[in-house]
Protein backbone atom coordinates (compact mmCIF):
# COMPACT_ATOMS: atom_id res chain seq x y z
CA UNK A 1 0.00 0.00 0.00
CA UNK A 2 2.96 2.53 0.82
CA UNK A 3 4.49 1.79 -3.23
CA UNK A 4 0.95 3.35 -4.36
CA UNK A 5 1.38 6.26 -2.41
CA UNK A 6 4.94 6.68 -3.57
CA UNK A 7 3.58 6.96 -7.04
CA UNK A 8 2.08 10.54 -7.20
CA UNK A 9 5.02 11.65 -5.21
CA UNK A 10 7.21 10.65 -7.68
CA UNK A 11 5.14 11.48 -10.87
CA UNK A 12 5.21 15.05 -8.99
CA UNK A 13 8.90 15.11 -8.69
CA UNK A 14 9.33 13.70 -12.37
CA UNK A 15 7.76 16.30 -13.66
CA UNK A 16 9.59 19.18 -11.47
CA UNK A 17 12.57 18.61 -12.30
CA UNK A 18 11.88 18.20 -15.65
CA UNK A 19 10.30 21.98 -15.66
CA UNK A 20 13.51 23.59 -14.27
CA UNK A 21 16.59 21.42 -14.53
CA UNK A 22 17.12 20.50 -18.11
CA UNK A 23 18.27 22.90 -20.61
CA UNK A 24 15.91 23.03 -23.83
CA UNK A 25 15.79 24.73 -27.39
CA UNK A 26 12.43 26.94 -27.79
CA UNK A 27 12.94 26.39 -31.68
CA UNK A 28 14.06 23.15 -31.46
CA UNK A 29 17.95 24.03 -32.67
CA UNK A 30 19.68 21.13 -31.88
CA UNK A 31 16.99 18.63 -33.19
CA UNK A 32 16.96 20.19 -35.93
CA UNK A 33 20.54 20.25 -36.58
CA UNK A 34 21.02 16.10 -35.26
CA UNK A 35 17.69 15.19 -37.95
CA UNK A 36 19.25 17.40 -41.02
CA UNK A 37 22.74 16.21 -39.98
CA UNK A 38 23.49 19.53 -41.14
CA UNK A 39 25.14 22.62 -39.01
CA UNK A 40 23.61 26.59 -40.58
CA UNK A 41 26.98 27.81 -39.84
CA UNK A 42 27.62 32.11 -40.74
CA UNK A 43 31.03 32.79 -41.18
CA UNK A 44 32.07 36.52 -40.63
CA UNK A 45 35.26 36.61 -42.34
CA UNK A 46 37.73 39.94 -43.20
CA UNK A 47 37.83 39.45 -46.97
CA UNK A 48 36.14 36.55 -48.89
CA UNK A 49 39.02 34.62 -49.88
CA UNK A 50 40.30 34.54 -46.09
CA UNK A 51 40.81 31.00 -44.49
CA UNK A 52 39.25 29.87 -41.86
CA UNK A 53 40.62 30.46 -38.44
CA UNK A 54 41.92 26.94 -37.25
CA UNK A 55 40.52 27.86 -33.79
CA UNK A 56 36.62 28.13 -35.36
CA UNK A 57 37.75 24.75 -37.70
CA UNK A 58 38.47 22.96 -34.29
CA UNK A 59 35.15 24.03 -32.88
CA UNK A 60 33.53 23.05 -36.21
CA UNK A 61 34.98 19.73 -36.30
CA UNK A 62 33.94 19.14 -32.24
CA UNK A 63 30.23 20.56 -32.80
CA UNK A 64 30.39 18.15 -36.13
CA UNK A 65 31.56 14.69 -33.97
CA UNK A 66 28.94 15.83 -31.43
CA UNK A 67 26.09 16.07 -33.32
CA UNK A 68 26.89 13.86 -36.19
CA UNK A 69 25.92 17.20 -38.71
CA UNK A 70 28.60 18.38 -41.22
CA UNK A 71 28.84 22.14 -41.29
CA UNK A 72 27.74 24.55 -44.15
CA UNK A 73 28.79 27.27 -44.21
CA UNK A 74 27.54 30.73 -44.95
CA UNK A 75 30.39 33.59 -45.49
CA UNK A 76 29.30 37.16 -45.47
CA UNK A 77 29.59 40.15 -42.76
CA UNK A 78 28.79 40.35 -39.19
CA UNK A 79 25.67 42.67 -39.01
CA UNK A 80 23.62 40.71 -41.58
CA UNK A 81 25.05 37.03 -40.51
CA UNK A 82 23.64 38.19 -36.77
CA UNK A 83 20.43 39.06 -38.52
CA UNK A 84 19.78 35.82 -39.95
CA UNK A 85 20.98 33.89 -36.36
CA UNK A 86 18.09 36.04 -35.06
CA UNK A 87 15.97 34.86 -37.80
CA UNK A 88 16.48 31.44 -37.38
CA UNK A 89 18.05 31.26 -40.63
CA UNK A 90 21.57 30.23 -39.50
CA UNK A 91 22.36 28.19 -36.26
CA UNK A 92 25.69 29.72 -35.07
CA UNK A 93 27.58 32.98 -36.45
CA UNK A 94 31.91 32.71 -36.05
CA UNK A 95 33.43 35.80 -36.22
CA UNK A 96 35.75 38.74 -34.65
CA UNK A 97 33.57 40.85 -32.12
CA UNK A 98 34.85 43.33 -29.96
CA UNK A 99 34.90 42.53 -26.33
CA UNK A 100 31.63 44.72 -25.27
CA UNK A 101 29.45 44.24 -28.85
CA UNK A 102 26.10 45.25 -28.50
CA UNK A 103 24.96 41.92 -29.79
CA UNK A 104 26.29 40.39 -26.70
CA UNK A 105 22.36 41.38 -25.73
CA UNK A 106 20.62 40.03 -28.14
CA UNK A 107 22.70 36.42 -28.73
CA UNK A 108 25.17 34.13 -26.62
CA UNK A 109 28.35 34.03 -27.47
CA UNK A 110 30.51 31.13 -26.72
CA UNK A 111 33.76 32.41 -24.15
CA UNK A 112 36.36 33.42 -26.30
CA UNK A 113 37.61 31.22 -28.49
CA UNK A 114 41.00 33.55 -29.11
CA UNK A 115 41.40 37.72 -28.13
CA UNK A 116 43.18 40.24 -30.07
CA UNK A 117 43.85 43.88 -29.48
CA UNK A 118 43.48 46.43 -32.51
CA UNK A 119 44.75 49.58 -30.67
CA UNK A 120 43.11 50.14 -27.32
CA UNK A 121 39.82 47.84 -28.64
CA UNK A 122 39.65 44.15 -27.41
CA UNK A 123 38.50 41.69 -30.34
CA UNK A 124 37.57 38.06 -29.38
CA UNK A 125 37.11 35.30 -31.98
CA UNK A 126 33.54 33.38 -30.57
CA UNK A 127 30.62 31.92 -31.90
CA UNK A 128 27.29 33.64 -31.41
CA UNK A 129 23.85 31.31 -31.38
CA UNK A 130 20.12 32.64 -30.85
CA UNK A 131 18.85 33.21 -27.53
CA UNK A 132 16.79 30.88 -25.85
CA UNK A 133 18.39 27.68 -27.58
CA UNK A 134 19.76 26.23 -24.18
CA UNK A 135 20.60 23.04 -25.22
CA UNK A 136 22.53 24.03 -28.02
CA UNK A 137 23.99 27.09 -26.71
CA UNK A 138 25.40 24.72 -23.95
CA UNK A 139 26.67 22.12 -26.25
CA UNK A 140 28.63 24.36 -28.33
CA UNK A 141 29.73 26.15 -25.04
CA UNK A 142 31.26 22.85 -23.92
CA UNK A 143 32.55 21.98 -26.64
CA UNK A 144 34.13 25.89 -26.85
CA UNK A 145 35.72 25.36 -23.48
CA UNK A 146 36.88 21.55 -24.26
CA UNK A 147 39.41 23.03 -27.18
CA UNK A 148 42.73 22.30 -26.28
CA UNK A 149 44.64 25.32 -25.05
CA UNK A 150 47.10 24.82 -28.24
CA UNK A 151 43.95 25.60 -30.25
CA UNK A 152 43.12 28.67 -28.80
Known amino acids: ?5 LIPFL ?3 C ?6 GLPKDTEGTLERIRGAGEIRVGLVLSRPDAPLDR ?3 ALLQRLQAATGARP ?4 GDGEPLLARLEEG ?8 FTATTPWSTMVSLT ?14 LAAAMQ ?13 ARALPETEK
Do not use: Y
Open 89 to 96: EVDLVIGR
Open 11 to 13: AAL
Open 72 to 75: RIFP
Open 111 to 124: PPLAKAKQGKTEII
Open 55 to 57: RAA
Open 15 to 20: AAASAC
Open 1 to 5: MKELR
Open 131 to 143: NGENEWIALVERE
